[in-house]
């Protein structure tokens, strides 16, 4: 789990970890004498294409932000202006990994979603015009 750099940045005490996980309500992981595995009961997806129907209703394409922008940033505003997201990709250049201005995000509920697209107070940050719209 240390491999994870935003979870390294937070601790890198596997005790500190473990307990973490304990509280978690997810149930993405479970931990055990054996240690941290992701739990059976979740199952993976036999298609891509699966997975994307059932998020379809949920994923917004959102640009706009500025360069030097990071993903705690982000976060907060896309959670502050629709609900709870699920997975937040920033997107990157290939050749150079920097930042392109635009994310895809999954919220949590279809509602979430819809609210980011149709609140006025989420077409702008940091005075930028940001597009927004289903991916």
């Known amino acids: 789990m240390i491999k994870f750099n935003r979870l390294k940045a937070l601790s890198e005490d596997i005790e500190v970890i473990r307990n973490a996980l304990l509280k978690s309500t997810s149930g ?15 199952v993976v997806p036999d298609s891509v294409d699966e997975v994307f129907e059932k998020f379809k209703d949920r994923s917004i394409y ?18 502050t202006h629709g609900g709870k997201t699920l997975n937040v990709h920033m997107r990157r250049y290939p050749d150079s990994k920097n930042f392109k201005g635009s994310v895809f995000v999954i919220f949590e509920k279809k509602d979430d979603a819809e ?5 006025n107070d989420a077409a702008s940050y940091k005075g930028n015009d940001m597009i927004r719209k289903y991916r």
């Open 115 to 119: 609210r980011l697209l149709t609140s």
């Open 28 to 42: 993405l992981l479970e931990v055990g004498e054996n240690g941290i595995r992701r739990c059976p009961e979740q």
């Open 62 to 79: 959102v640009k706009g932000f500025g360069l030097d922008s990071n993903l705690d940033d982000i976060i907060d505003w896309l959670e």
